[in-house]
């Protein structure tokens, strides 16, 4: 199954399992969304739980905070990550904060799905990587999945969580196929506790490869690039551990610590600006937990600080192989 396509079926299976989930967001109805991320889901569920909406993506949040306070479940997709500002002050005054706000009365369990990342060749606004603005607003959950499987099993817990979810998928994996297990998630959200169970597996991260040598971290788009990376290095005798973080907020900095005392060298990996990026929380952390059995200075690989580039100009600007391995290789001299 495709990384899209576990996204549909995973959508699918949770407005199944419940009525209340409603899908909103511009051409996601009978197009299937610019991706057909959304394709046949209003054809079996109809345009009352398969919204289109108007291109306004901060009447889009608005209207699921609204509904959602009612409770209802909605999940919108924003059509790019780039045009998720509009909404910014939606989610991040309103729906990060009502919980708080109303002292535990008011839930808003509201998903928030997002393209987002490059590598597609896409125009300006197209290829952003927000997450950071985000993780930085308490209040909300932060998770990208890397896998079908995670794609298929992390929609369907991020929508049964009580708290608000930005979801953000990479777009550059959306044809990555893997198998999936459609059984595990099911039994998972079925159980008396499913919502709460679901809400703290898909904060996990997730050891995608075991290593011993350095502790190669990433989420999203960049974790198949640490593989690749991995297997290079490996050829040459380096073995590395990859970590696929799954969620940026709550960020578990347990599982990554643990393998950084394992190994004694990290390398933190994502498309955002590596300037006040995930990867700068992160590395603070494993200085502040695993300093006495470090090697080397975390070191971080990411984008630069300026804004993202035209479509040709894009893998200048992105992680790529020699970046990560250049990486690897230095802190490999200390």
């Given at each position: 199954?495709?990384l899209a396509g576990a996204i549909n079926r995973g959508l699918r299976a949770a407005m199944d399992r419940d009525?209340?989930?409603?899908?909103?967001?511009?051409?996601?109805?009978?197009?299937?969304?610019?991706?057909?991320?959304?394709?046949?889901?209003?054809?079996?569920?109809?345009?009352?739980?398969?919204?289109?909406?108007?291109?306004?993506?901060?009447?889009?949040?608005?209207?699921?905070?609204?509904?959602?306070?009612?409770?209802?479940?909605?999940?919108?997709?924003?059509?790019?990550?780039?045009?998720?500002?509009?909404?910014?002050?939606?989610?991040?005054?309103?729906?990060?904060?009502?919980?708080?706000?109303?002292?535990?009365?008011?839930?808003?369990?509201?998903?928030?799905?997002?393209?987002?990342?490059?590598?597609?060749?896409?125009?300006?606004?197209?290829?952003?990587?927000?997450?950071?603005?985000?993780?930085?607003?308490?209040?909300?959950?932060?998770?990208?999945?890397?896998?079908?499987?995670?794609?298929?099993?992390?929609?369907?817990?991020?929508?049964?969580?009580?708290?608000?979810?930005?979801?953000?998928?990479?777009?550059?994996?959306?044809?990555?196929?893997?198998?999936?297990?459609?059984?595990?998630?099911?039994?998972?959200?079925?159980?008396?506790?499913?919502?709460?169970?679901?809400?703290?597996?898909?904060?996990?991260?997730?050891?995608?490869?075991?290593?011993?040598?350095?502790?190669?971290?990433?989420?999203?788009?960049?974790?198949?690039?640490?593989?690749?990376?991995?297997?290079?290095?490996?050829?040459?005798?380096?073995?590395?551990?990859?970590?696929?973080?799954?969620?940026?907020?709550?960020?578990?900095?347990?599982?990554?610590?643990?393998?950084?005392?394992?190994?004694?060298?990290?390398?933190?990996?994502?498309?955002?600006?590596?300037?006040?990026?995930?990867g700068a929380e992160l590395s603070a952390r494993v200085a502040e937990q695993a300093f006495f059995h470090l090697?080397?200075?975390?070191?971080?690989?990411?984008?630069?600080?300026?804004?993202?580039?035209?479509?040709?100009?894009?893998?200048?600007?992105?992680?790529?192989?020699?970046?990560?391995?250049?990486?690897?290789?230095?802190?490999?001299?200390?």
């Open positions: 199954m495709t009525e209340k989930v409603l899908l909103m967001g511009e051409d996601i109805g009978q197009l299937g969304g610019v991706f057909r991320v959304t394709d046949g889901l209003w054809k079996d569920f109809g345009p009352e739980r398969v919204m289109d909406t108007p291109l306004a993506e901060s009447g889009i949040v608005g209207t699921a905070i609204g509904m959602s306070m009612r409770g209802y479940r909605p999940v919108v997709e924003i059509q790019f990550d780039g045009f998720i500002f509009p909404a910014f002050d939606q989610i991040t005054t309103q729906l990060a904060k009502m919980h708080y706000r109303s002292q535990g009365r008011i839930q808003l369990p509201v998903v928030v799905r997002v393209p987002f990342a490059g590598g597609i060749g896409g125009l300006e606004h197209h290829s952003e990587s927000p997450e950071a603005l985000f993780a930085h607003t308490a209040g909300l959950r932060v998770i990208s999945p890397a896998t079908p499987q995670d794609a298929f099993d992390m929609i369907q817990q991020a929508i049964a969580s009580p708290d608000p979810v930005i979801f953000l998928e990479p777009k550059a994996r959306y044809w990555d196929k893997g198998e999936v297990d459609e059984t595990r998630v099911d039994a998972q959200l079925s159980g008396e506790d499913g919502a709460s169970a679901g809400t703290a597996e898909m904060s996990r991260g997730r050891v995608a490869r075991q290593g011993t040598d350095v502790t190669l971290v990433a989420y999203g788009p960049t974790v198949r690039l640490a593989l690749q990376a991995a297997e290079l290095a490996g050829a040459d005798g380096t073995s590395i551990e990859v970590v696929d973080l799954r969620s940026i907020s709550p960020l578990d900095s347990e599982t990554v610590v643990r393998s950084a005392k394992r190994t004694g060298r990290v390398v933190i990996v994502h498309e955002a600006p590596t300037t006040y990026g995930p090697h080397a200075p975390v070191l971080r690989v990411g984008g630069f600080h300026a804004p993202y580039p035209g479509a040709k100009l894009e893998h200048d600007y992105l992680p790529n192989l020699d970046r990560v391995l250049d990486a690897v290789d230095r802190v490999m001299t200390h």
